[in-house]
């Protein structure tokens, strides 16, 4: 035990002796408290923030139609157009909080529309690099995401999702598939195919 010196001549030095282990004691204590709290604090962070990240939806969508099939980055046809319209309404029922596309116009245009309602920048990724992008999902705290691109793509990304070869390429005339993929915990529970 550690005695202080002591600062007034009138308190008896049991007393003082006293005194002084149990601010020592409650320090010790409020101390060890503190310590556990915030042990507690970071444990919740962690495990909410992780099991939050792996909960998502993720909508897959081929570009709507274009307009040229000679150019190498045509514009969206009218028929194209009104499918980005019907998209809109489909997957604006979901709220995604984050938008994907390749970079070209037909597939930034597709989703273009509503991620401007939901006042969102659209990210670019690289097609050819499906598990980059998954995993760049799965880190990310956004919970709903919209990814645009192609035939010989999406069918793809929506296998590296489901880690599964399930589904082919989409033929060129095929544009009307949205793919539903939800995740929970950091697994696969669902996967629809819409048709818009």
Do not use: C
């Not at 007034?8 to 709290?37: E, G, K």
């Not at 399930?166 to 697994?187: A, H, M, P, T």
């Amino acid at each position: 035990m550690k005695i202080l010196p002591r600062t007034d001549d009138n308190i008896p030095q049991q007393v003082y002796i006293f005194l002084v282990n149990i601010s020592q004691r409650q320090l010790f204590r409020s101390y060890r408290l503190m310590v556990a709290i915030l042990a507690l604090i970071f444990a919740i962070l962690v495990l909410a923030g992780g099991s939050y990240a792996q909960d998502k939806l993720i909508i897959l969508v081929r570009h709507a139609e274009k307009a040229d099939e000679t150019s190498e980055d045509p514009e969206l046809s009218e028929t194209g157009r009104r499918r980005v319209d019907r998209l809109t309404k489909i997957a604006g029922r979901y709220r995604p909080g984050a938008f994907h596309s390749t970079d070209l116009k037909r597939t930034r245009d597709t989703i273009r529309p509503l991620a401007e309602k939901r006042g969102k920048e659209i990210e670019i990724y690289d097609p050819r690099q499906p598990k980059e992008l998954f995993d760049k999902i799965l880190k990310s705290s956004i919970k709903r995401h919209i990814v645009s691109g192609h035939s010989n793509t999406i069918p793809g990304l929506a296998n590296v999702i489901l880690s599964k070869e399930l589904f082919r390429n989409l033929q060129d005339s095929e544009y009307s598939v949205i793919w539903k993929i939800r995740i929970r915990n950091g697994r696969v529970v669902s996967a629809e195919l819409l048709d818009y």
